[in-house]
């Protein structure tokens, strides 16, 4: 791959606008995938056991951990990431566990939403805010 002139001044300018981006855009963003996730239908908080740190110190590796005994879909939000879409995963008739165990970036300090689809067509929700010392997305 060459890196041209005129391919940093693009990179550049994207990268600004995407650091001038409202933080109300983000958060419309996040409601946006939330609605899409849920078709609108409201999220109860029980029967979703969402497991974060309080404090990470390096937001490259954030484990996480969601459980949700019953779910057939789980999704994972970042609220103030650029990207917040973090994982979204469904779990077959044969699944063993309903449960996500990963390491996610976070850019800064920020709540992390866990959505779950049961199996009977509702929906669980849950969120922790994570203090991120040192971003993991340039921050």
Partial sequence: ??????????????????LTLPAGA????????IAEFTGGAEAGADGLTLTTPEI??????????????GAVEILVLASANPTPDVARVSFGP?????????????GGTQEVIALAKMGDGSFRRAANTVKVTIGGCGG
């Fill in 94 to 106: 044969l699944a063993g566990a309903q449960r996500l165990s990963t390491r996610i970036r976070l």
């Fill in 56 to 69: 990470a110190e390096n937001g490259n590796t954030v484990p996480i951990e969601v459980d949700a005994p």
């Fill in 26 to 33: 983000v958060q419309a963003a996040v409601e946006d995938k």
């Fill in 1 to 18: 791959m060459e890196f041209t002139r005129r391919g940093a001044m693009a990179l550049g300018v994207g990268l600004a606008a995407a």
